[in-house]
């Protein structure tokens, strides 16, 4: 592949990621439902506001965190966020048994960290 080629793949890339970021459920952070999503986890496939970043960073282990507009997207990375994305509900946190699967990082680190307990 030229350069050139691989340089308008990528661009090809990141305006699919912007558009993503702008579509239906994508435009509120998947953690705190705050409008205007800013970054891309791609550990799971999700959109995030700037705050829920650099929560996401601060995970043991941490996520992998991407700046919408600031990183270049591989095609994978793409299809990942397309195949997944904040309506997604395949994924599961790392939570206790019998508990909801579908807790938010940001929920679940919150009440653990306040009530020392896993929410409901
Ligand atoms: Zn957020």
Not at 54 to 64: D, Q, T, V, Y
Not at 73 to 94: I, K, M, Y
């Amino acid at each position: 592949m030229s350069n050139r080629k691989h340089r308008d793949n990528q661009e090809i890339c990141s305006r699919k990621v912007r558009e993503l970021a702008q579509s239906g459920v994508n435009k509120h952070c998947f953690e705190c439902n705050q409008p205007g999503v800013t970054y891309t986890d791609i550990t799971v496939g999700t959109f995030v506001c700037t705050s829920c970043s650099g929560m996401l960073r601060g995970l043991n282990p941490p996520h992998r965190v991407k700046s919408i507009s600031m990183t270049t997207f591989s095609q994978q990375e793409v299809e990942f966020l397309q195949n997944h994305g904040n309506e997604d509900t395949s994924w599961v946190p790392v939570c206790p048994e019998g508990r909801t699967p579908r807790t938010r990082w940001r929920t679940y680190i919150l009440i653990t960290s306040v009530l020392g307990m896993p929410p409901e």
